[in-house]
């Protein structure tokens, strides 16, 4: 038996509704390349479990008793696995025809970079940004806080972190790849040990990409590996997935900047957040910034497993 060429680790939570386009997308997306396929599962309340276990006998699945969080059920299943590459996919995504066996491919003949992603659609086909991102910095977090990036979106200057208004339709090195479609070689995922467990959800493909390149590799992302992404449909609440993602960045601001610094990035954070909930409440737009507010308590300090310097 020969050893399957990439490891795919899906994180299920409450993913019925697309799991299954997911896992049947896989064959055609690898075009002859061989997976070993992982499906951890959060503790789902939904059909997520059975649906992999009872359709799809050749993935392992792993059940988790409880939530554990996305980057601590990562590790669980690429520790499950031995291909020669880990992909990190998301199951409210859809790969389409080659784009696996494409960015497995232009990732073997480009070996130094180190980390890779793709270009995700709408489920209508148009660019969805989400596949990778600028690194955040003091600059792009103040732009946050006094609206400077709403106000002059994907500007370069101050919107830096989107990266303006590329479309993602060419090979371009970038500050992070996201964990929707993330792939590394095994040898540097172990030598980086796999995500950071002190992000519960959100921010650990930030922190990853951030260790990435203090080791000298260049994330990049190839146009040719697309794949469509149902982004937020895990997410029902006014304020989506806002206060986790708030709470990465905390993490993130503790984890990769100085000590001053660090307590600058969290209070702009913190002020962009209150500046665009008091707008929402005087004109009523905007309604998921006032629900972040009010749920300040979820985000203000990052995840509580978090490590938080003292006095911060």
């Not at 899906?10 to 690898?30: G, K, M, Q, Y």
């Not at 792993?62 to 990190?88: D, S, Y």
């Not at 709403?150 to 996201?178: C, I, N, Y």
């Amino acid at each position: 038996m020969t050893q399957p060429d990439v490891a795919i680790v899906l994180v299920t939570f409450n993913s019925a509704d697309w799991v299954n386009r997911c896992l049947d997308a896989i064959p055609a997306a690898l075009d002859g390349r061989e997976a070993e396929i992982v499906v951890v599962d959060n503790a789902s309340s939904d059909e997520s479990a059975a649906l992999v276990e009872q359709g799809y006998p050749g993935v392992t699945l792993i059940r988790n008793a409880e939530n554990v969080g996305f980057a601590k059920a990562v590790n669980r299943g690429a520790a499950a696995t031995t291909a020669p590459w880990v992909l990190l996919l998301n199951p409210d995504m859809e790969a389409r025809p080659r784009a696996l066996r494409n960015l497995l491919e232009f990732a073997e003949k480009n070996p130094d970079n180190g980390l890779y992603g793709g270009r995700t659609l709408t489920v209508d086909g148009e660019l969805e940004r989400s596949s990778c991102w600028g690194l955040p910095t003091v600059w792009s977090t103040f732009c946050f806080a006094v609206g400077l990036s709403t106000a002059f979106k994907h500007s370069p200057v101050f919107d830096p972190e989107s990266l303006g208004r590329w479309q993602r339709d060419s090979v371009r090195e970038v500050g992070m790849v996201t964990g929707c479609l993330f792939l590394v070689r095994r040898d540097d995922w172990q030598r980086l040990g796999g995500l950071d467990e002190r992000y519960f959800v959100c921010g650990e493909d930030a922190d990853f990409s951030a260790r990435a390149r203090a080791h000298g590799m260049r994330p990049v992302v190839t146009p040719d590996a697309e794949v469509v992404h149902a982004v937020g449909k895990s997410s029902t609440s006014q304020a989506g997935s806002t206060p986790l993602m708030l709470a990465g960045r905390v993490v993130y601001a503790r984890m990769h900047f100085p000590r001053g610094s660090a307590a600058l990035v969290v209070t702009l954070l913190r002020t962009g957040v209150a500046v665009r909930a008091l707008g929402s409440r005087c004109t009523g737009r905007a309604p998921k910034w006032l629900a972040t507010w009010r749920r300040r308590s979820e985000w203000w300090q990052g995840f509580p497993a978090a490590a938080t310097p003292p006095g911060s």
